[in-house]
Nanobody, 124 residues
Framework: QVQLVESGGGSVQAGGSLRLSCAASGRMFTSCVMGWFRQAPGKDREFVAA????????RYADSVKGRFTISRDNAKNMVYLQMNNLKPEDTADYFC?????????????????WGRGTQVTVSS
């Protein structure tokens, strides 16, 4: 089992930055691919970024490439999402997800464990 708790959301103006954190419990964490997804009101959940268990490889949605960076600290059981140059269209609830022994998938159905989310609001 992996339990995930997100933090770091908030309200910022366009062009600003936020750093989301995801705290994971359980010894399985270091063997999990970790992902970030987001869901805007009235829209489906969409992939944002993912990172391999070792942290060596990451993957991003085209909409956030060059602006967002995913990272992890396996010693602290933490995953981060640094979000720069935020845009109003980035407004959504952001979710941390884990897939045990998986690959850096972009489909939400591939992830077994989910946090409850943290809200990000970007105003123009």
């Amino acid at each position: 089992q992996v339990q995930l708790v997100e933090s770091g959301g908030g309200s910022v103006q366009a062009g600003g930055s936020l750093r989301l954190s995801c705290a994971a419990s359980g010894r399985m964490f270091t063997s999990c691919v970790m992902g970030w997804f987001r869901q805007a009101p009235g829209k489906d959940r969409e992939f944002v970024a993912a990172i391999r268990s070792t942290g060596g490889t990451s993957r991003y949605a085209d909409s956030v490439k060059g602006r967002f960076t995913i990272s992890r600290d396996n010693a602290k059981n933490m995953v981060y999402l640094q979000m720069n140059n935020l845009k109003p269209e980035d407004t959504a609830d952001y979710f941390c997800a884990a897939d045990y022994l998986g690959s850096i998938y972009s489909r939400s159905s591939d992830y077994e464990y989910w946090g409850r989310g943290t809200q990000v609001t970007v105003s123009s």
